[in-house]
């Protein structure tokens, strides 16, 4: 397993149109978050899963977007109609969960590359 | 809400010099954990660091050592011995019982040859 992976790398697309990002965390980790840096910005939280399920999500997460992760492995976040707005790097990263930190004592995320995304 | 605060935006350091990054914190909460994360111009953020609250002793990872001073809600970062890859943006951040990361707006090093 070589980490957190994100696909595709650089996205550029036209206001109005839809993007979809993936994530595929590392396979032993059970939970799973999403974060939006912009440029000069330290990362904001958007939403995170444990397995499947969706246990949080920011007010940042406008109704334009979504992030699934159906099987609990990889995870996607689609952004609707998009806009000047949503340009930004779009970081994912995965981490072991509650029984994790239980045991190691902290809940260490690892991150992907981020998934930087352009709207013209 | 929990916030963290990085006062210097930008940060520059002789190589093989000592520096400190500094961080302070907000929240009621008495239990939570502390980091210091890197990163370079990659920008893949890496783990240099972790903090406990509820450990008195200051986290130490080869160069690089924390300060941390909970009751005054503060988490310096000290490097020693100035590396020209520790050049990047450096971010704190704190985790409390809800176990996501709230991020500080970082500092960017710059190690000068």
């Known amino acids: 397993d070589t980490g957190v992976s994100q696909d595709p790398r650089h996205k550029i697309t036209k206001r109005g149109q839809n993007v979809t990002f993936r994530c595929d965390p590392i396979?032993?980790?059970?939970?799973l978050y999403w974060y939006r840096q912009t440029l000069g910005q330290g990362p904001e939280f958007l939403t995170y899963f444990q397995n499947e399920a969706q246990l949080e999500k920011s007010r940042l997460l406008s109704d334009r977007f979504s992030a699934e992760r159906p099987k609990g492995s990889f995870s996607t976040l689609e952004i609707q109609r998009t806009e000047q707005g949503d340009s930004a790097m779009y970081l994912c990263?995965?981490?072991?969960?509650?029984?994790?930190?239980?045991?190691?004592?902290?809940?260490?995320?690892?991150f992907g590359a981020g998934s930087r995304l352009t709207v013209l | 809400a929990q916030t963290v605060t990085q006062s210097q935006p930008e940060m520059s350091v002789q190589e093989a010099e000592t520096v400190t990054l500094s961080c302070t914190y907000d929240t009621s909460e008495s239990d939570y954990y502390l980091f210091w994360y890197k990163q370079p111009p990659s920008r893949q953020m890496i783990l240099v660091i972790r903090q406990e609250a509820y450990k008195q002793q200051n986290a130490t990872e080869n160069r690089f050592s924390v300060n941390f001073q909970k009751a005054a809600k503060s988490f310096s970062l000290k490097i020693s011995d100035s590396q020209l890859g520790d050049a990047a943006m450096y971010f704190c951040?704190?985790?409390?019982?809800?176990?996501?990361?709230?991020f500080g707006t970082g500092t960017r090093l710059t190690i000068i040859p």
């Open positions: 396979s032993e980790h059970n939970r």
């Open positions: 951040a704190y985790d409390g019982p809800w176990e996501k990361l709230t």
């Open positions: 990263a995965s981490s072991g969960g509650l029984a994790y930190t239980l045991r190691s004592g902290a809940n260490v995320l690892t």
